[in-house]
């Protein structure tokens, strides 16, 4: 191998071809033998829900750190709508590159101008409002709250989809939301033995309505999504609200304001849109490809006990024991209706999904292309 390497690029491709024929006549022999096949398949498969496994608690702690970035920010003295707006700006080139690397899918017509317009206003919808009222839900109520409020969403989702598309909710799911709801009300209940908080109610009706705005966004994307393929309509939607995003900014607030808060704003920033962002979908949607959708749902249940965990080292939050129990029923309620959600006799059902599996289903890893 040394004297392929200083002999030239040519020595160095015919040595790794060599090498490659060794070892592809060294696996042929053992499948012959029929020795070695099952082990290397099964050690490969291994790897893969091990990889897997890994991509989907990164991407799930990743997820659960913007209600952090998003604090840490505030005392700096940024308002909510800038740190959209920055947050926006600073994940626009990433979403902008899937969209020119994205085709529709050939088997089915392209998108008509309806459907495209259809689909910026769902991200509109979806990524606009719902972020906006994400962050301004987080000026009067703790991280751990905001998460837990919005980690009950997958319950707007099935009651839209009832009235809207008229599907139909099975006995166990009603049972879900009910246990889902009744966590809730524990960690409503529990906040009265907590420390006072200003405004905390019209926080929790902020972050409510943004999980159902985002609920709209991810029932009306149902149908579009087919038509443009998943990684063109995402990028296609979170353009949309960038744009409206920053024209908002523009109506509201002097250009000028955004580039003079302190550095520490950025850096925040590039966490929420990069670290809270595109990273975690990239990285779950490779993990979904491993794992499968329902096991992937199971490992991002870790993204609300990330939040509370890091909510409690780095902003000193705190849950009562009260809170504590409503957190753990949300979670079984919203897993068990994740899991209520497919028919073990249909293939092409998915589950309710959690936050992050419906960000990253919309948004598949086109830097492989």
Same mark, same amino acid.
């Given at each position: ?21 060794t ?40 997820f ?5 970035? =998003? ?8 308002? !909510?709508?800038? $740190?959209? @707006?920055?947050?926006? %700006? /600073? ?60 980690f ?14 008229r ?16 966590g ?12 006072p ?21 991810? =029932? ?8 443009? !393929?998943?990684? $063109?309509? @995402?990028?296609?939607? %979170? /353009? ?18 955004l ?17 809270a ?47 504590g ?12 209706m994740s ?15 959690s ?15």
């Amino acid at each position: 191998m040394k004297y392929a390497v200083r002999g030239g690029r040519k020595e160095l491709k015919d040595a790794i071809s060599g090498l490659h024929i060794t070892l592809t006549t060294f696996a042929v022999g053992c499948a012959k033998c029929g020795k070695y096949t099952f082990l290397g398949a099964h050690t490969r498969l291994m790897s893969n829900k091990l990889s897997g496994v890994l991509m989907i608690l990164v991407a799930a702690v990743g997820f659960s750190t913007k209600g952090i970035f =998003v604090k840490l920010a505030y005392p700096y003295g940024i308002d !909510g709508l800038s $740190l959209v @707006t920055l947050r926006m %700006l /600073m994940a626009f080139p990433f979403f902008a590159f899937i969209a020119w690397q994205s085709k529709p899918p050939a088997a089915v017509l392209a998108p008509n101008r309806k459907e495209w317009l259809a689909a910026v206003v769902l991200g509109v919808v979806g990524y606009y409002l719902a972020s906006m009222l994400d962050f301004i839900g987080l000026q009067y109520i703790s991280a751990s709250m905001e998460r837990l409020i919005l980690f009950t969403y997958p319950t707007f989702v099935l009651l839209l989809s009832a009235l809207w598309l008229r599907k139909k909710i099975s006995i166990v799911q009603i049972g879900a939301v009910a246990l889902t709801y009744l966590g809730m009300g524990l960690v409503f209940a529990g906040q009265g033995n907590a420390a006072p908080q200003p405004y905390f109610w019209w926080g929790v009706a902020y972050v409510l309505c943004s999980a159902l705005t985002y609920a709209a966004y991810l =029932v009306g994307s149902e149908q579009l999504v087919p038509r443009f !393929g998943s990684a $063109l309509f @995402t990028a296609i939607a %979170l /353009m949309g609200a960038g744009l409206t995003t920053f024209l908002h900014y523009l109506c509201a607030l002097p250009l000028a304001q955004l580039w003079a808060y302190p550095w520490q704003v950025y850096a925040l920033s590039v966490g929420i849109a990069v670290g809270a962002t595109v990273v975690p979908a990239l990285l779950f949607s490779s993990g979904i490809k491993r794992l499968g959708a329902d096991n992937a749902s199971i490992a991002a249940t870790l993204g609300p006990i990330a939040t509370l965990l890091m909510a409690y080292s780095i902003l000193g939050e705190t849950i009562n024991a009260v809170q504590g129990l409503g957190a753990v029923v949300i979670i079984t309620g919203v897993l068990w209706m994740s899991r209520a959600g497919r028919k073990p006799s249909s293939v092409a059902e998915k589950p309710a999904p959690s936050e992050s599996q419906n960000i990253a289903s919309h948004t598949e890893v086109v830097l492989e292309k």
